[in-house]
């Protein structure tokens, strides 16, 4: 089983929270793509939140000559500026998310989330074309769950790598 090289997106595109009315299919630089995520408290202690949009990276240019997809890996490099954290983290299939939503509320500003198929909630069944520009991820960053923040997070680096199988 190998790695391949990791990987980083050429397209960036802001989608609606509901993950299926695209708003912006042209952010000029994935790595300077910035998300402004704030929530204040008002004087009767109640949060009030205001997100951004969610973010897709996609077309990552994997080659896999007919090979099998085991493992993903997708590695997050953010200046999470206060106390921001994660909401989705997501396999994208060019229409809607995909899988699991593994979403760390621990995840520190460079975090690899790793896992088998089986973990992310797909199978081999699961008709994913990795090749595809199409294919792509998921991040929507949130105000931290508890406490209330003010803060601006910026995405310094998303890479995607997937673990391929023997040939048999």
């Excluded at 000029?28 to 998300?35: A, C, D, P, Q, R």
């Excluded at 106390?83 to 809607?96: H, Y």
């Excluded at 929507?140 to 508890?146: A, E, N, Y």
């Excluded at 406490?147 to 995607?160: A, D, L, W």
């Amino acid at each position: 089983m190998a790695w391949t090289p990791w990987k980083s997106p050429r397209k960036t595109q802001g989608i609606e929270s509901n993950e299926i009315q695209f708003v912006d299919n042209n952010v000029s630089s994935v790595l300077t793509s910035k998300t402004s995520i704030k929530s204040t408290a008002n004087f009767f202690g109640e949060l009030v939140t205001t997100e951004s949009t969610a973010l897709v990276f996609t077309d990552f240019g994997f080659e896999l000559d007919g090979q099998v997809v085991e493992s993903i890996e997708i590695r997050l490099k953010a200046s999470r500026l206060g106390r921001t954290q994660d909401k989705v983290i997501g396999i994208w299939d060019g229409t809607k998310r995909m899988g699991a939503n593994m979403a760390n509320l621990e995840a520190t500003d460079d975090f690899t989330y790793s896992g088998t198929l089986g973990d992310w909630k797909l199978s081999s069944a699961t008709k994913l074309d990795y090749v595809s520009p199409d294919f792509g991820v998921v991040i929507d960053l949130q105000p931290h769950t508890q406490y209330p923040s003010n803060v601006t997070v910026y995405i310094r680096k998303v890479q995607v790598r997937l673990k391929l199988a023997d040939p048999e």
